[in-house]
Each structure stands twice: as structure tokens, then as C-alpha cells.
């Protein structure tokens, strides 16, 4: 089983989807970080 090289929050999740404005560039990092990396994700984060 591969280790994760991340552990991505709850934040990251929300900002890779959000459509606002103002959360434009912080989409970006969030897509980015999710696409470029093998992250972990914990359920009490979900």
C-alpha cells in the first residue's frame, strides 16, 4: 500500500470546489495540490 505524501484537510476539499470569485486562486493551489500529489485523507476530516 503507498504512503501518502500529504495530509490534505477539510479546507483543501472545499476550495478545489468552490465557485466563488474570491476563492479563485486558492481553487487553483487546491487543484493543483490534489492532482499532484498522493494525499491521505482522515474520515474525521470528512
Known amino acids: 500500500m503507498p ?3 500529504a ?3 477539510a479546507n483543501i476539499l ?3 470546489c468552490s465557485q466563488a470569485p ?3 486562486f486558492k481553487r487553483q493551489r487546491a ?3 490534489m492532482l499532484t ?3 491521505g485523507l482522515s ?3 470528512l
Open 3 to 5: 504512503s501518502a505524501e
Open 37 to 39: 500529489t498522493r494525499f
Open 22 to 24: 474570491a476563492d479563485a
Open 43 to 45: 474520515t474525521q476530516v
Open 7 to 9: 495530509f490534505l484537510d
Open 14 to 16: 472545499l476550495y478545489s
Open 31 to 33: 487543484e493543483k495540490l
